[in-house]
């Protein structure tokens, strides 16, 4: 610690500060007056040309003499100072320099004014700029050329400085003391500025050893924080893989019990073991739904959702939703109705899955809470002031009703409204937050109204962006392999690509069911032979398999293809995470199954499919 | 290559400094020479006049015959006359009405513009109880012997010459000088006061025949 109080490296660093600042100050009076000394060599040489600019012989002329002096001797006395401070800003020496030039440019000037007495004000002015330095010894420099000036010329030519031949010793000391009366106030202001000077710079070392502690404490909890983050980063990622794997090895199994529960359902069971068998492949379909539930939500938050910008048939997605919802609500004993009031586009450009999703979710909720009455879907068109249009989607029902205070807990994850032990409903509670997140990242927001005992309305809005030119057109043909002309059109030949033998078994079994005849391969590669040689109909594939997987496979099958032909593949997977469709479609898969196939879901896939196959039937 | 120490100066090889030394003692010569050019320029007297030791009876320009008559010759572009003349105001405030004061301006005999109108006929007319004359040619400067701008002739009210020289201290330089004290001296009746000075100043304007004062 030293004698100021401050610890040393601030003292040392302070010394460092105060150098640095005054050097900058020496080198910007410097460059002020290497302005100032040109300025004054122009002057003096305007000076001249203004007082004495000719001398007269006669009627003769020429160039007066103290013009050549104020270009030559104001030349000799600007340009070398100004080298210096070019050369040397900042140094003593230089500010040395100009202090002896600017003394000698007072002399000079004064000289060429033929000694008026205001051009000596220039001595004082001159002093005072000099100040700027902040260095007494500048003041003294010029002070003692002033001094000597008067001394030499007093001895030997009295009259150019003191207007008089004969001059008292008296006389010498009286301008020397004017001088040193000025220098007086100048040296006390120089150095009170440069004391100050000094305790600044103390100040702000100080402040920059604080500074610096406090960067190196942020510095060390940026680097905690990153390492922090890094963790749940990684967290989060064997999060997510863990949900994939867990995904396709609890759906995988789940996929080989329901096929095998309904297929026992279908073997000529008793009553009571027909009933047991449903009793399991319900439970099978909730722990499922639950489980699907999940593994969304897990998604959604995660922020890997990408949606599709498709060109949606509302037409047709009511139509599916009216199928799946009616016969859920009929067995209930309610009453459905799904409308699309006037003014409802046909085709907009959206993500059809997603809001199939949303509504199925919010219909299902409304069918599960209402015991009495009816649900209904309403879809409208508001007023929107896009190129687009702007859709209202209203759920309601004459169900149950929620609580106005219970609403805020509507869309919390894993929350229920009814969370005793003794609830009527079932579910995981994720459905409703599922929908909201979906609306939310298609740009709207989900919104609730209810009357308790009388009913509740889900409503929220979307914008869609008008259907692409010719939407509504029929589609072109794809370029599908058609069926074998002598084949029969409604029996395929489908080739399974699955590696799991309970899930091969499954899918033959239905296939079977359906009239189909079965090929099979274990992995993407041997798949992929397969196709070659036997040429199938359709190819249901698997994604996740050993050698090479489906993925692969099937972009392996595209590169084949050239362009030339195009094997339809239906991708047949566990991983039920949102956006995996999007990465079956990316591979150059045709359609997509979530595992556990029901064979409903299959043998709409293939009806659909095989319609597409069928050779154009010739007009007549 | 001199380096820069730890604030960034400059610093001097040890080699470059008798160099340097050697610029600085070439830099103050030029500044000490220069300088004394100029004073031994402002400081050297012109050509003195050879005026007559009474009034010329030629001269076309009166005397006083009650009170001492003051001659100033001057030429209207010399850059001294304004020294001069103000030198001759500081006289005449202490002599006012006891000195008959007749400014001589020597021009080229066909002058006009530049010659006539300048600051220095305006100054010399505003001095009071100045009277101004133009000397076209240098006539009257040369019946007076005047051969610098800034010459004083100075003579009693019998027509003796008691001084003649300049007012001024040096070339365009004003101050307190020997020719002021002097005529002062003379008005003071004082005996014994210097009788002439040494006068600074151009070349007035004389006829070709005259001597060639030199500036």
Not at chain 1, 27 to 33: I, K, V
Not at chain 1, 137 to 151: E, G, N
Not at chain 1, 194 to 201: D, M, P, V, W
């Amino acid at each position: 610690m030293s004698a100021s109080g401050f610890p040393e490296p601030v003292v040392q660093r302070a010394k460092v500060l105060f150098a640095e600042e005054e050097t900058s100050l020496h080198r910007q009076t410097d460059r002020l007056f290497a302005g100032l000394l040109v300025f004054q060599w122009l002057a003096c040489i305007a000076v001249a040309l203004a007082f004495s600019p000719r001398a007269w012989q006669g009627t003769e002329s020429s160039v007066h003499p103290h013009v050549y002096a104020a270009i030559f001797v104001g030349a000799a006395l600007a340009l070398p100072a100004c080298a210096l401070v070019w050369k040397q800003p900042g140094c003593t020496s230089t500010r040395h320099a100009i202090a002896l030039c600017q003394a000698l440019f007072s002399a000079l000037l004064i000289h060429i004014t033929g000694g008026r007495i205001e051009s000596h004000f220039h001595i004082f002015g001159s002093l005072a700029f000099l100040a700027f330095y902040r260095d007494w010894r500048v003041l003294l420099s010029a002070s003692a050329i002033i001094a000597a000036d008067h001394a030499v010329r007093g001895l030997y030519w009295p009259a150019s400085v003191y207007g008089m031949s004969l001059v008292q010793p008296w006389r010498f000391v009286e301008h020397a003391g004017w001088i040193v009366f000025e220098d007086t106030f100048l040296i006390a202001s120089a150095l009170r500025a440069t004391h100050k000077l000094r305790a600044l710079s103390l100040h702000q070392a100080g402040a920059e050893a604080s500074q610096a502690r406090v960067e190196a404490q942020v510095q060390e909890r940026t680097l905690e924080l990153a390492r922090a983050r890094d963790q749940a980063l990684e967290a989060s990622r064997q999060k997510s893989e863990f949900l994939a794997n867990m995904s396709h090895e609890i759906r995988t199994p789940m996929n080989g019990i329901l096929a095998m529960t309904e297929s026992l359902i279908g073997s000529g069971l008793t009553r009571q073991q027909a009933e047991q068998a449903q009793t399991v492949r319900s439970c099978s379909s909730t722990l499922l739904a639950m489980l699907s539930d999940m593994l969304d939500l897990s998604k959604l938050e995660s922020g890997k959702l990408v949606l599709d910008e498709l060109d949606l048939n509302l037409f047709t997605l009511g139509e599916e939703l009216r199928h799946v919802l009616l016969a859920r609500a009929q067995a209930k004993g309610l009453a459905f109705e799904l409308k699309l009031l006037p003014g409802v586009p046909h085709y907009v450009r959206g993500d059809p899955l997603r809001l199939r999703q949303v509504l199925l979710n919010l219909g299902d909720n409304a069918i599960k809470f209402t015991e009495h009455g009816w649900v209904a879907i309403e879809i409208e068109l508001v007023p929107s002031h896009t190129a687009g249009c702007r859709l209202r989607f209203r759920v309601r029902d004459s169900g149950i009703g929620i609580q106005e205070e219970l609403r805020g807990h509507l869309f919390r994850a894993f929350s229920q409204l009814d969370a005793s032990s003794t609830r009527k409903h079932g579910g995981g509670g994720l459905g409703l937050v599922i929908s909201q997140r979906l609306v939310e990242s298609m740009g709207g927001q989900l919104g609730v109204e209810s009357t308790v005992g009388v009913g509740s309305t889900f409503w929220f809005e979307l914008e869609f962006k008008p259907a692409s030119a010719g939407a509504d057109e029929p589609k072109p043909a794809l370029p599908l392999r058609a069926i074998a002309p002598s084949a029969d059109p409604r029996r395929l030949r489908v080739l399974i690509v699955e590696d799991n033998p309970v899930n091969l078994r499954v899918l033959q079994s239905m296939l079977q069911r359906l009239g189909h005849t079965c090929l099979s391969a274990g992995n993407g590669e041997t798949g992929l032979a397969a196709i070659e040689l036997e040429q199938p109909d359709l190819v249901l594939m698997d994604c996740q398999m050993p050698v090479l997987d489906g993925y692969e496979a099937t972009r392996e099958l595209r590169r084949r293809e050239r362009g030339e032909r195009h094997q339809i593949v239906i991708a047949v997977t566990a991983n039920a995470l949102l956006g995996d469709r999007e990465d079956c479609l990316a591979a150059g898969m045709d359609d997509y199954l979530s595992k556990p196939v029901e064979a409903k879901s299959l043998a709409a896939m293939i009806e659909l499919w095989r319609a597409r196959m069928l050779p154009p039937v010739p007009s007549t | 290559m001199a380096g820069v120490d730890t604030l960034g100066m400059p610093l001097l090889a040890r080699g470059r400094r008798p160099l340097v030394l050697f610029a600085c003692a070439v830099w103050l010569s030029v500044l000490l020479v220069g300088f004394s050019a100029l004073a031994r320029h402002s400081a050297e007297p012109c050509l003195p006049a050879l005026a007559p030791e009474r009034w010329p009876a030629a001269a076309p320009i009166a005397r006083a015959a009650q009170q001492p008559t003051l001659v100033l010759f001057l030429h209207p572009l010399c850059p001294c006359t304004h020294a001069t003349l103000a030198e001759l105001e500081v006289l005449l405030q202490r002599w006012e009405g006891e000195l008959s004061v007749e400014t001589v301006f020597t021009v080229d005999t066909d002058a006009d513009g530049q010659w006539m109108e300048n600051d220095s006929f305006r100054e010399a007319a505003h001095i009071p109880g100045v009277r101004l004359s133009i000397d076209r040619g240098g006539r009257i400067a040369q019946l007076f012997g005047a051969r610098t701008s800034g010459q004083v002739l100075l003579y009693a009210a019998d027509g003796r010459r008691l001084f003649a020289g300049g007012i001024t201290l040096a070339r365009g330089h004003l101050g307190d000088n020997q020719g002021i004290e002097a005529l002062d001296a003379w008005m003071r009746g004082a005996s014994g006061a210097a009788s002439a000075t040494p006068v600074y100043g151009c070349g007035l304007v004389l006829p070709l025949t005259a001597g060639s004062p030199r500036e």
